[in-house]
């Protein structure tokens, strides 16, 4: 079955840097729309970047913009978050996600990890 296992994340100052994994199983990645997800304490989750099925293409929404870079590597089945120049409000949960589709950035997600936290703070 699809399994997403998240690595990567722990405690970092403000500047600093960290990598997320996302280790997939059950499926091949340039099949899946993947996504990282990223939920603050008390606030919804929200998207921080996606990559496309069919070229790895990516997006970002303005918060991450310049700051954080996804990529995928096929052959390994696993998906990366570099994040840059960390802020408080980075603090949270980010969750890997996937959903079979040709595009980019889907409206849902069928397949999530279990999370795994960063916290930024000095």
């Known amino acids: 079955q699809v399994q997403l296992v998240e690595s990567g994340g722990g405690l970092v100052q403000p500047g600093g840097s960290l990598r997320l994994s996302c280790a997939a199983s059950?499926?091949?990645?340039?099949?899946?729309?993947m996504a990282w997800f990223h939920q603050a304490p008390g606030k919804e989750r929200e998207v921080v970047s996606c990559?496309?099925?069919?070229?790895?293409?990516?997006w970002y929404p303005d918060s991450a913009k310049g700051r954080f870079t996804a990529s995928r590597d096929i052959a390994g089945n696993t998906m990366y978050l570099q994040m840059n120049s960390l802020k408080s409000e980075d603090t949270g949960l980010y969750y890997c996600?996937?959903?079979?589709?040709?595009?980019?950035?889907?409206?849902?997600?069928?397949?999530w990890g279990q999370g795994t936290q960063v916290t930024v703070s000095s």
């Open positions: 996600v996937a959903e079979r589709s040709l595009g980019i950035c889907p409206q849902g997600y069928d397949y």
């Open positions: 059950g499926f091949t990645l340039d099949y899946y729309a």
């Open positions: 990559i496309s099925s069919k070229d790895g293409s990516t």
